[in-house]
Antibody, heavy 117, light 108 residues
Framework: QVQLQESGPGLVKPSETLSLTCAVSGFSISSGYYWGWIRQPPGKGLEWIGNIFHSGTTYYNPSLKSRVTISVDTSKNQLSLKLSSVTAADTAVYYC??????????WGQGTLVTVSS | SSELTQDPAVSVALGQTVRITCQGDSLRTFYASWYQQKPGQAPILVVYGKNIRPSGIPDRFSGSRSVNTASLTITGAQAEDEADYYCNSRDSSGDHLLFGGGTKLTVL
């Protein structure tokens, strides 16, 4: 059974870099699939942040591309998200998920990140 | 086009059939996937591709597509189906993902 678990600071100061990790269990990241991040501001809808293929190829939301870096660490079987120059608009629940070309399953439980001084 | 459009809210009487739609130009090319999200929980995949349900999803959930509109149909809605539903697909380039704005389903 594949499981994903997000972790990282729950509070980040404006202009700093948000850093999250997603630990994957029950499946080896290097075996295939895309792995991605999605976020959801409080009370709002879902927004795709980006994907990384197991080989390292990345795809980012054009609206976030200049600030986002997604990477994988196959030795730790985890993926990471870095979002730079954050503002209050980046406050959201951040989810990681395993992705195919046409679906995302399963998802992690999500982690709330608040941007505030 | 870089948008997927959903009705903000839909209601259905208990046991009746409801269709939730998602409109976008990229749906002419790509299938949609559908996610159910209950308050305080992560989204779960309910339908994807050409009407495929993951294991554990009841068969009252089904998906379809017509021209530029994808639909999620719940046949015989149950109280536990009350949730937000999001469609998801690719943009016209195929490289980027899009989410619809979500539909809040109320079961009366």
């Amino acid at each position: 059974q594949v499981q994903l678990q997000e972790s990282g600071p729950g509070l980040v100061k404006p202009s700093e870099t948000l850093s999250l990790t997603c630990a994957v269990s029950g499946f080896s990241i290097s075996s295939g699939y895309y792995w991605g991040w999605i976020r959801q501001p409080p009370g709002k809808g879902l927004e795709w942040i980006g994907n990384i293929f197991h080989s390292g190829t990345t795809y980012y939301n054009p609206s976030l591309k200049s600030r986002v870096t997604i990477s994988v660490d196959t030795s730790k079987n985890q993926l990471s998200l870095k979002l730079s120059s954050v503002t209050a608009a980046d406050t959201a629940v951040y989810y990681c998920a395993r992705m195919t070309y046409d679906s995302s399953y399963p998802w992690g439980q999500g982690t709330l990140v608040t941007v505030s001084s | 086009s870089s948008e997927l459009t959903q009705d903000p809210a839909v209601s259905v009487a208990l046991g009746q059939t409801v269709r939730i739609t998602c409109q976008g130009d990229s749906l002419r090319t790509f299938y949609a996937s559908w996610y159910q999200q209950k308050p305080g929980q992560a989204p779960i995949l309910v339908v994807y591709g050409k009407n495929i349900r993951p294991s554990g999803i009841p068969d009252r959930f089904s998906g379809s597509r017509s021209v530029n509109t994808a639909s999620l149909t719940i046949t015989g809605a149950q109280a536990e189906d009350e949730a937000d539903y999001y469609c998801n697909s690719r943009d016209s380039s195929g490289d980027h993902l899009l989410f619809g704005g979500g539909t809040k389903l109320t079961v009366l």
